[in-house]
């Protein structure tokens, strides 16, 4: 088994496919982390198990590695679970009562129950292995055994503590809209460095995962330790550092103007936070944090589409007569899912109104939407639709009948951004008119996929109706109320598939995942920016999940001018889709695309389901070079661009990864044989040359 305990030495070792996680209980009652790393045992680690002292400011200096830490006592490091009890007691002294291992569908969980030395209180951390891919799924959950409330003031999913480091660095990304999931670095000194989002959703300032090594880990090469937390709405993941050289990473849901009452009888459980551990550097930790998502994490096996999107073909300015005449392009192409946006309901004819009248405009299609899905079906594709449900418009018939339904203050503006208002969607009424309206949607049209749009940050929280004193639950019960909308769509309409979108890069993260079977990573679809922001999205996020779409040149974003070739590469590195004006578009341009979205059909097995290697990073050589490999090794596909040739310097060779030694490889485009030995350890020259240059190459084994 993957779990075991030591009951001599008490301590609990988590045993993975390459690693050990280890941590006991001391003589002072306190779960103290010991070990997290190469494989070892519980004996190894037995020594490590006892209660530190320095001096009197700094006694119980074993807390600062605490496995969970409960404030209260001799603790001062950032907290996993604070509260604050009907007396006004804010301390926690929790004792160990027990443990359970289980094993369920083949996967053992390990559940820790402590409670409360005098206040009715349970706590029960769990932790789910994984044992192939080298992770540990966290969480906790709080039961109130008594019969007054109890004020939950911060509530923590898990505190990785990292081994001792000659250095410590931090990788993160941060970002903001058009430039989303960009790689940050910072080597960690005494104190706290915090990345959050306080906006209601993930955000796209900062993405919800770390992480942690020494300074020296390379892509291929090196120790490092993350973790992903799966939550969308406000988080907060600190990483401390002591001046002891403790570091812990400590992440949850976010405790900014943040509380959650639990009631006699309640449970809270938070959110899952999965860590990890590899001596493969970087691009192994990708890859391990990939299949669990596909093995694990995402609702939908089934391939992601090619799909075409109208919005920038027509904006507001959606008719069937248009549509029908872009999904007969479209269909030429070889697209394999229409989507219409933004614009085909209610009189939203511009982003001032009409959000939240969820009826086909009849001016625009008055036949019905069927008349247009009809159409689509009979070219040969599935066709898809754009929703944002969780906001208004002030001027529309839902608001002017429901104008408490927002998030407000009395006696405060309703600010708004993009000229709309963020529902209440926890509020009964608006989570059944929310259901409602989408299961009529569903019901009566032949609907394949749902593009679910947010484009609002949250502010004024404020919910009528709501007691006084659980206004602060508003953050998390926003959240709550999403997933089980998600959840009961996803039940009533299995064969529907969904993309996460909120204004390009933010809720996005391993919580939304459960439902969502892609993401739309950013607005900035020119297709060179977009490098930047794919390898970013690619250390924790799979390709499968990352939208990318062809979209004109010059690029609206910039002015940029990019080939064909160019754009379809790029956004060929995840989930293809198209979102040109094809009515600009010539039939050279057509026949282009449709070999270059036949080729996409052929690979897309390697993109959305390989082992993806990133060879070579942009901002270090002024090349990109992405790899995709099957799981066998035999087959691959290599992307690889240029951005400037500068004073005639050659390329570097670049060595491929993920082959089989002794197997000879061929290379569509290339004469001659090579060893997978020669391919991985003298590599190849590329031809590419000039400015924004590009290729893709096919490598199989030779038959």
């Known amino acids: ?100 291992i289980m094993e369920k569908d083949g996967t053992v969980t390990l559940r820790i129950t402590f409670k409360d030395k005098a206040y009715p209180l349970q706590v029960q951390l769990y932790y789910s292995v994984i044992p192939e891919y080298d992770l540990i799924e966290r969480y906790v959950e709080i039961c109130n055994t008594g019969t007054q409330e109890v004020i939950l003031e911060s509530m923590q999913s898990a505190a990785w503590t990292m081994p001792h480091l000659q250095d410590y660095r931090l990788t993160h990304v941060t970002g903001k809209w058009a430039g989303e999931f960009q790689l940050r670095e910072t080597l960690l000194s005494e104190g706290k460095k915090v990345l959050e989002s306080r906006r209601g959703f993930t955000d796209s300032h900062a993405n919800p995962w770390f992480v942690i090594d020494d300074g020296q880990a390379t892509e291929d090469y090196g120790k490092v330790w993350f973790g992903a937390l799966a939550w969308s709405g406000n988080w907060k993941i600190t990483t401390e550092k002591t001046v002891f050289n403790h570091v812990q990473v400590t992440g949850g849901i976010h405790d900014f103007d943040s509380e959650w009452i639990l009631g006699p009888g309640e449970h809270f459980k938070t959110p899952v936070f999965t860590g990890g551990y590899t001596a493969g550097g970087f691009g192994e930790m990708s890859r391990h944090l990939h299949h669990y998502q596909y093995d694990y994490i995402l609702p939908c096996k089934e391939e992601r589409k090619v799909l075409y999107n109208s919005w920038e073909a027509t904006y507001f300015d959606v008719n069937a007569k248009d549509q029908m005449a872009l999904a007969e392009k479209a269909a030429k192409m070889g697209v394999e899912l229409f989507v219409i946006d933004d614009g085909w309901f209610g009189q939203r004819n511009h982003d001032r109104a009409g959000l939240g009248d969820w009826s086909t405009n009849p001016e625009k299609f008055p036949n019905g939407l069927n008349e247009l899905i009809h159409k689509v079906h009979d070219l040969g594709m599935e066709f898809g639709i754009w929703v944002e449900p969780e906001a208004v418009n002030p001027d529309s018939d839902l608001y002017r009948q429901h104008p408490d339904w927002v998030y407000h203050f009395p006696n405060r503006d ?70 089980e909308i998600w959840a009961e769509l996803r039940r009533r309409f299995p064969h529907v598939e969904f993309e996460t979108c909120a204004g390009g890069g933010s809720r996005i993260d391993l919580g939304i995942f459960q439902y969502a079977d892609q993401a739309w990573p950013s607005d900035n679809t020119d297709a060179f920016d977009r490098l930047s922001i794919q390898e970013g999205f690619s250390y924790v996020y799979a390709p499968k999940m990352m939208t990318c779409w062809v979209t004109e040149s010059p690029s609206g974003m910039n002015r940029r001018a990019l080939s064909l070739q160019y754009r379809f590469h790029s956004a060929m590195m995840g989930a293809l889709g198209v979102g040109a004006n094809l009515n600009e578009w010539s039939e050279e341009q057509i026949e282009q695309s449709a070999e270059f979205i036949q080729l996409y059909k052929q690979i897309r097995p390697l993109v959305q389901y390989g082992k993806q290697y990133r060879l070579q990073a942009l ?17 691959s596909v290599l992307f690889a661009f240029l951005q400037s040739q500068r004073l005639g310097e050659p390329l570097p060779r670049l060595r491929l990864q993920g082959l089989q030694q002794d197997k000879l490889y061929i290379i569509d485009q290339l004469p001659g044989v090579w060893s997978g030995r020669a391919l991985m350890n003298i590599g190849i020259e590329l031809p590419l040359r000039g400015d924004f240059d590009s290729l893709v190459y096919r490598v199989k084994v030779k038959e």
Request: one cysteine or more; aromatic letters at 12%.
């Open 619 to 635: 901002r270090k050589k002024g090349v990109t070079a992405v790899q995709y490999v099957n799981m066998s090794g035999e087959e």
């Open 1 to 100: 088994m993957s779990i075991q305990y030591d009951k001599e030495l008490k301590i609990f070792s988590i045993q993975m496919q390459k690693s050990s996680y280890v941590f006991g209980l001391n003589e002072r009652g306190t779960l103290q982390h010991l070990y997290w790393g190469d494989p070892v045992i519980a004996q190894d680690c037995a020594s490590m198990l006892h209660s530190k002292f320095h001096s009197s400011f700094d006694a119980g200096v074993e807390r600062e590695v605490e496995e969970y830490s409960f404030w209260g006592g001799l603790t001062y490091i950032e907290p996993c679970l604070k509260v604050r009890w009907d007396d006004h007691v804010r301390d926690l002294h929790v004792m160990y009562v027990d443990h359970q």
């Open 414 to 483: 309703r600010t708004e951004l993009r000229n709309q208002l963020v529902l209440n969607i926890s509020k009964p009424e608006v989570k059944s008119f929310i259901l409602e309206f989408m299961s009529d949607l569903l019901g009566n049209h032949h609907i394949k996929f749902i593009k679910w749009d947010m484009n609002r940050t949250i502010t004024e929280p404020g919910m009528k109706d709501h007691p006084l004193h659980r206004q602060k639950e508003i953050w998390i019960r926003h959240v709550q109320s999403l997933y």
